[in-house]
């Protein structure tokens, strides 16, 4: 009989609980259910973003490893890649190619503080090879720039990783980081901020925080906010100012093209502006 009475007063207190979903039709019963979906389809998709990278980050060390201590390593020099993707092809893994391979070293090389994460030791509890992992982390140093690994680990996709992969120096990645997870970036939206420069238009102005503001607010890209080349940056000597737009870049760039073919000397044109 106490049972009863216990769950009568808590059914009396979910229709009173103003967090419960409203279920009086069936269109909201049908918008909870389908709200429910959607919640536990993006668990399921951050899960399987998180063992994706944990995997992908494992088999960039097993190759560093195997690079280092490897029996018959030298029979293969430079087709390394191209022979594990073979023989991981005999045996029915078709998805692992060539150029996935060394994505995986990259991983691995720029974040080797993924296995610290408490997400990835409760992955690994199971796992058959965990204790030398184990060891792996323990000897592990920490990157004086290190990120919040466990953050970027649960919150980014390997997609993510990919495009911050791109980035040539730690602080660059780390900029697209924080700005990836401060401002919820899909991977279009950090493949956009990277292609746009991003980065280099930020530390170019002194009105950083109106820069951000305005690459996150607006929709699309105008042209101005695209440069082609991140090469061409290192050629440039521009002064500070609140934005750079691409006409900027365009007249430094040219201003330094005329300038290298003046040094040159002999044999070179500069025609016109």
């Not at 991981?88 to 078709?94: A, D, F, T, V």
């Not at 280099?200 to 950083?208: A, H, Q, V, W």
């Not at 607010?217 to 750079?244: A, M, Q, W």
Request: aromatic letters at 10%; proline letters at 2%.
């Amino acid at each position: 009989m106490s049972l009863l009475i216990k769950l009568f007063k808590l059914s009396k207190k979910m229709k009173t609980n103003k967090n419960l979903p409203t279920l009086n039709t069936l269109e909201n019963l049908a918008t909870t259910i389908q709200d429910t979906n959607t919640f536990f389809l993006n668990k399921v998709q951050k899960q399987v973003n998180t063992a994706l990278t944990l995997r992908n980050w494992i088999i960039g060390f097993y190759i560093a490893e195997y690079e280092q201590a490897g029996k018959d390593r030298a029979d293969y020099g430079k087709q390394l890649f191209k022979a594990i993707a073979q023989s991981l092809l005999k045996k029915g893994l078709k998805s692992i190619r060539e150029r996935h391979l060394y994505l995986c070293k990259d991983l691995y090389k720029a974040y080797p503080q993924i296995l610290r994460t408490l997400s990835a030791k409760s992955y690994l509890i199971d796992f058959k090879y965990s204790a030398n992992l184990r060891t792996l982390s323990a000897d592990l140093g920490y990157d004086k720039i290190q990120p919040d690994m466990n953050q970027l680990l649960t919150s980014l996709s390997f997609s993510h990783f990919i495009e911050l992969l791109k980035a040539d120096t730690a602080n660059k990645r780390r900029f697209y980081e924080i700005q990836t997870i401060k401002n919820n970036w899909s991977v279009r939206d950090l493949k956009r901020a990277t292609e746009s420069l991003l980065y280099e238009r930020t530390g170019l102005s002194t009105d950083k925080e109106g820069t951000l503001k305005k690459h996150i607010i607006k929709n699309d890209l105008k042209p101005e906010d695209v440069f082609r080349n991140t090469y061409l940056l290192e050629f440039l000597g521009l002064e500070e100012k609140p934005s750079y737009n691409e006409s900027d870049l365009e007249e430094s760039i040219i201003t330094n093209l005329q300038n290298f073919l003046i040094e040159m000397g002999r044999g070179f044109c500069f025609e016109s502006m």
